[in-house]
């Protein structure tokens, strides 16, 4: 009996690996196409996906599939791409498929970006899994002849390509999927089993589309506006399937992109705690939070622990959201919302902002910081402007009008040596960034990232939030001691001084005028190496906050100068103040100096303060009424048994990754990382 031997066809999220995993979840986007696909098509072909380039190559090494299909997103397009080049070379037979949101809207700019790249022979638009099955059924109409399928300029659903001439771009009509519960769960399928065995997050989502129309966002195309959403009881099986099996995991993410909305975020918020309560798992819940229904948020939020609650305003100023087609919650829905994320101990609120956005200037960047502050946002993560394909802040009208400066920039951790088909292939991905315009100069934006550095490392995360505590208590304001350490360098030590200036030249140094210099200096043997081990293209912002954290003492003088020069310079210094804060830097340096190391020890150190008291009213102390105790206490400084293994999970989850340690404070709750205290007994 004969047996006709079923054409092999490769799904790949791929991730860079050189300097550590770059994009860090599980590949919940192409898991759904892969299952689909073999749902629909199983019986005809043989479906494989991966996320490492190694398995990749490794597959590629013992056969050469009839279609090669990848995912297409800023930090992985170049990575695919010579791949895809490569194995056409050896085998031009071979079909390439892209999906993903790193594609233009625009009909011409798709068919100069289709040209740039000749190694793409179809790219799938919006939705992939219709789009994908749609395509393979038509090209086995034609028995893979590429050729002839273009010569007759078939319609593809949701997909794009140029003609056999490459002169014209034939596109497919636009279809959304109405009910996303006929793409089978790749969680409950087994398709994402292997992924439990790597230090990923788990992504899961319920929804689908965004009612928003942001510039800055490949979402906010209106074919996306529709909100369809998965029957809850397939997310419920989902989420048990998920905790039974994570390993050495504390987060869980999820891919809606306005979660606690919706009514039936609600249902799905009580499935979480469920397996909270059941598993111990997950610690931390990394969502994005809903733009609109603030009250609805917070009754979502008020059901999950560990979630980072917060929300996205990108800035403050009117004429900012304006050009950015931006509408944010209202200042009071917004307070409110971050309110009620302070009272509950198990969260850390956060906002997102950016910098260099159309219409921005130093002073309005300098006013979303301070309002961000003094509605007491626990975190606040600052963005540079990247310039995404497929947006309309991309578009050539928009950089016109706004006469908007950019640079081309390594992805951090985006770069690599990568062994494909028995070669190694130097590669990085490449980015565009605005670092000016006609309201923000040059100098004033490397001023906006100084500034953020400072609040990144002073303000989020708790490091001082004991300080800031103090300040609040007497009226001064947290932000204008910020401000007071960016504008007074000459109070900073050798080393920070160093890593300021390595802070600004990775900010503005390690920039090309175009794609082309970028990847002419990049790609070269002896620059690619100082990008591989981390002296080039590194994440400015996330290293030398590390780096600041870890010379803690460095930076703890800084912040205590910081404090009794802006209490001098409003007459507000007292004795008594004097004499508190020489005992919280005491206080503070026994609790956050080097936290992650030796876990299991305790310390101990006497005080003039009770502490325990004072951290009831989350040390908002005003010494000037608050007499020092007769007889001293002593405390006891430890990490829990919860606080050691949430640390030897994340320690180990991100010392895989890219920029590990600065994306570890980043992301994690630093409360617990830093050591509990009680009473000795």
């Known amino acids: 009996m004969n047996l006709i031997k079923k054409h092999e066809i490769w799904i790949s999220d791929l991730t860079h690996t050189a300097q550590g995993i770059v994009s860090r979840t599980f590949p919940l986007g192409a898991s759904c196409v892969f299952t689909y696909a073999k749902k629909q098509l199983g019986k005809d072909f043989n479906f494989k996906l991966f996320k490492f380039p190694s398995d990749l190559n490794g597959a590629l090494i013992q056969q050469i599939p009839k279609m090669l299909c990848f995912s297409n997103y800023k930090w992985n397009f170049e990575l695919s791409y010579k791949f895809a080049s490569l194995v056409k070379e050896k085998d031009p037979s071979v079909i390439t498929v892209w999906g993903g949101p790193n594609f233009p809207v625009d009909i011409n700019e798709k068919i100069e970006f289709l040209r740039q790249w000749p190694a793409i022979d179809f790219s799938i638009e919006l939705e992939g899994e219709l789009g994908f099955v749609d395509l393979v059924e038509k090209l086995s109409e034609y028995n893979f002849n590429l050729e002839a399928l273009k010569k007759d300029k078939k319609k593809i659903i949701n997909t794009c390509y140029l003609d056999f001439d490459r002169n014209q771009l034939n596109s497919g009509p636009i279809e959304r999927i109405k009910n996303v519960n006929i793409v089978p769960s790749p969680y409950l399928s087994g398709t994402m089993d292997e992924f439990f065995e790597k230090p990923l997050i788990p992504l899961f989502e319920t929804t689908r589309g965004c009612p928003f129309a942001c510039a800055f966002c490949a979402d906010g195309q209106a074919s996306k506006n529709k909100i369809h959403r998965y029957d809850p009881e397939r997310t419920k099986e989902e989420l048990n399937y998920i905790a039974k099996r994570v390993k050495n995991m504390s987060e869980l993410m999820n891919a809606d992109l306005n979660f606690g909305m919706y009514k039936q975020d609600v249902l799905t918020a009580n499935m979480i705690r469920e397996i909270q309560e059941k598993f111990n798992y997950p610690k931390t819940v990394i969502v994005a939070t809903g733009k609109n229904m603030p009250q609805r948020v917070i009754d979502v939020a008020s059901i999950i622990k560990g979630w980072q609650l917060g929300a996205s305003i990108q800035s403050t100023d009117p004429e900012v959201l304006k050009a950015s087609n931006r509408q944010n919650i209202t200042s009071s829905a917004y307070k409110k919302l971050i309110d009620f994320g302070n009272s509950k101990n198990a969260t850390k609120t956060y906002t997102d902002l950016m910098v260099a956005l159309p219409g921005d200037t130093k002073e309005k960047h300098f006013a979303s910081l301070r309002w961000s502050i003094d509605n007491n946002v626990r975190s606040i993560r600052m963005h540079q402007s990247i310039m995404l394909v497929g947006t309309d802040m991309a578009s050539k009208e928009t950089r016109k009008n706004h006469e908007l400066k950019t640079k081309f920039r390594t992805v951090p951790g985006a770069v690599g040596n990568y062994e494909i088909l028995d070669k190694k292939h130097p590669i990085a991905e490449i980015e565009e960034i605005i670092i000016g315009s006609n309201t923000l100069s040059e100098k004033d934006y490397i001023e906006c990232r100084v500034m953020d550095l400072f609040i990144q490392t002073f303000y989020n995360n708790y490091l001082f939030e004991e300080v800031f505590a103090l300040l609040k208590s007497i009226n001064v304001s947290t932000f204008d001691c910020i401000l007071y350490i960016k504008n007074h360098p000459e109070l900073y030590s050798s080393k920070v001084k160093n890593i300021v200036k390595d802070f600004i030249s990775g900010t503005i140094d390690d920039l090309y005028d175009t794609l082309e210099d970028a990847h002419r200096h990049v790609l070269s043997s002896d620059t690619i190496l100082k990008y591989i ?136 709750d630093s409360r617990l990382l830093f050591r509990s205290f009680a009473k000795s007994s």
């Open 533 to 668: 081990k981390g002296e080039l293209g590194y994440n400015e912002l996330l290293t030398n906050t590390e780096r600041l954290f870890s010379n803690f003492e460095d930076t703890r003088d800084l912040m205590f100068k910081s404090v009794q020069g802006t209490l001098k310079e409003k007459n507000l210094f007292t004795e008594e103040i004097k004499n508190y804060l020489s005992e919280l830097e005491r206080f503070v340096t026994v609790r956050k100096n080097h936290p992650l190391s030796n876990i299991g020890s305790i310390k101990t150190m006497t005080f003039n303060y009770d502490f325990e008291e004072i951290r009831k009213n989350q040390y908002q102390i005003n010494p000037n009424s608050t007499p020092t105790l007769k007889t001293p206490l002593r405390f006891d400084f430890y990490h829990d048994k919860e606080q050691q293994k949430y640390i030897m999970n994340q320690v180990k989850m991100y010392s895989a990754q890219a920029e590990g340690m600065g994306r570890l404070l980043f992301q994690s």
